[in-house]
């Protein structure tokens, strides 16, 4: 299937799927690149040669989908300005690679990422799975235009992202086998999201409401959220006196029986939380920042594995929360 636009000054895009015979325009785009655009797609000055390039392309038409992005000028001949692909999983999710040339950037990405996604939930594939370099900043200005969550971030200089191919929350990955963590945080990332994936949790952070991104959260509108109501537990450390606020109620009066810690910054020379706003539990709230004693503060959440049964010793929560009931049991490139 192919889309064609109409561009300004007599010239024309077509997207269509990749195939073996694009093996020398996509050499030609790859050669063009600079060293920078280079790392920013394979994290360092790897240079594709055909070869790879080959296996590449057979990867995506025999395990996944690709496309390319032909720009036809009025005069002259046409060439290949870009390529977005993904290759299977394990987990049922699509792992992304998207490269545009310099020319080309500031809208083509986008519009090259919207056909694939469209492409892959035609397909069965619920989300797209990338690693970005956190430098990278025009593929993450794209990301999080999008429905996307984090599965973490490394040693923060790369952050692995899923991205939602319908305008709905991305989905958990994968079977559930770990207790699933939900977390709510700023960009999307969590000071306690390895230790806690360490500790035998499944994390995925969300970046919360948002101003610039398609649509509205789910949890706000009063829709299901695929992500809070298969979660096993949920951690909101947004401001209350933002949406934080509104998420903490609005998981609390889901009523799905899925514990929700809050985590707040302490009033300054207190240590005390600060005023909750009305419908939050105060049992639920915590200024605990030390990643291992959240951790503990889950444990006790999700009534799992003893505490003691992690590795060194277990530090005491700071607070005190009932057991719940628990519930049910390469590299994205450079972009513009």
Excluded at 58 to 78: D, F, I, K, N, Y
Excluded at 114 to 138: H, M, S, Y
Excluded at 270 to 296: H, W, Y
Aim: charged share 25%; hydrophobic share 40%; proline share 11%.
């Amino acid at each position: 299937m192919e889309r064609v636009a109409d561009l300004p000054h007599g010239r024309r895009l077509v997207v269509r799927p990749v195939s073996l015979d694009d093996l020398d325009a996509l050499l030609e785009l790859y050669q063009h690149l600079s060293t920078d655009d280079l790392h920013l797609r394979f994290f360092s000055a790897f240079r594709p040669s055909r070869s790879w390039l080959e296996d590449w392309i057979t990867a995506q038409t025999e395990r996944g989908h690709g496309l390319v992005a032909e720009l036809h000028e009025p005069h002259g001949p046409s060439r290949i300005v870009g390529d977005a692909g993904y290759v299977l999983l394990d987990d049922g999710s699509g792992e992304l690679a998207i490269t545009i040339e310099p020319s080309c950037r500031g809208w083509l990405g986008p519009y090259l990422l919207d056909a694939l996604a469209v492409d892959a939930a035609e397909r069965g594939v619920p989300t797209l799975q990338a690693e970005i370099l956190t430098e990278n900043r025009r593929m993450l200005s794209m990301v999080r235009f999008r429905e996307y969550a984090t599965l973490g971030h490394g040693d923060w200089t790369t952050v692995r992202v899923a991205i939602a191919t319908t305008r709905e929350t991305p989905v958990w990955l994968g079977a559930h086998t770990r207790p699933r963590l939900l977390v709510e945080a700023t960009g999307g990332r969590w000071r306690a999201t390895e230790p806690a994936q360490d500790a035998g949790y499944d994390v995925v952070v969300c970046p919360g409401p948002r101003p610039g991104r398609r649509g509205a959260c789910p949890m706000l509108e009063g829709r299901p959220c695929p992500l809070a109501d298969d979660a096993d537990a949920i951690v909101v450390a947004l401001p209350l006196d933002g949406p934080g606020g509104d998420l903490a109620r609005g998981h609390e009066a889901a009523q799905r029986g899925i514990p929700v810690l809050v985590t707040v910054a302490p009033e300054p020379g207190t240590g005390d939380p600060p005023p909750l706003p009305e419908g939050i539990d105060p049992d639920r709230i915590t200024t605990e920042r030390n990643p291992q004693k959240l951790i503990a503060i889950l444990d006790h959440l999700t009534a799992g594995a003893s505490v003691s049964d992690r590795s060194g010793p277990a530090p005491e929560p700071d607070v005190v929360v009932p057991p719940a009931v628990p519930g049910p049991a390469e590299a994205a490139g450079p972009e513009g």
